[in-house]
């Protein structure tokens, strides 16, 4: 009787996931962007009161001797929020075009993590004693970790693509 009541409880479970799935596939690269862009946004210096404070990004860029990496912290914010309007756009239409344009985005937010990663594992033959430090080794985490997230979200973008659509004019 136990067993029976368990095999509905899956079967139950299974065939509710089945149905969400089936109802909301193309918005999965949407969910996975959206998780990408709170990693890569979310996680920017800031103090709570006296008690907590946390230190990645702009705590690592202010031990280093270039300016660059700065720039390169902006450029991948700004990519991460366009690209989140791209995901939602193609979360409604799964538009070829919307999927072009956020490929060529994740492509650019690619480049723009590894050059970021660079300055800071070259940043020793610059200034002679220089190591990352804990925050520089958690900003790089969480870069990569959103790059990741992104990369998943435009490979389902891919999967998902409506190659047929048809704009209709209002």
Do not use: C
């Not at 998780?35 to 860029?61: C, E, M, P, R, Y």
């Not at 690619?110 to 800071?120: E, G, H, Q």
């Amino acid at each position: 009787m136990q067993t029976n009541k368990d095999n509905k409880e899956k079967e139950s479970f299974s065939f509710r996931f089945k149905r969400w799935y089936s109802f909301n596939k193309q918005n999965i690269p949407f969910y996975f962007m959206l998780l990408s862009v709170l990693i890569i946004t979310g996680t920017l210096d800031f103090q709570l009161g006296k008690g907590f404070s946390f230190k990645s990004h702009i705590n690592a860029i202010l031990q280093l001797d270039t300016n660059i990496v700065a720039f390169y912290l902006f450029l991948l914010n700004i990519t991460a929020l366009v690209q989140t309007f791209f995901a939602f756009s193609f979360s409604k239409a799964q538009s070829p075009k919307t999927l072009i344009m956020n490929t060529v985005l994740t492509l650019l937010q690619l480049v723009i993590t590894v050059l970021y990663v660079l300055v800071f594992l070259t940043e020793g033959s610059r200034i002679p004693g220089y190591k990352p430090g804990s925050s520089a080794i958690l900003s790089i985490m969480f870069l990569s970790l959103g790059a990741l997230f992104m990369t998943i979200s435009t490979a389902f973008a891919w999967k998902y693509v409506n190659w047929k659509y048809v704009k209709i004019e209002d």
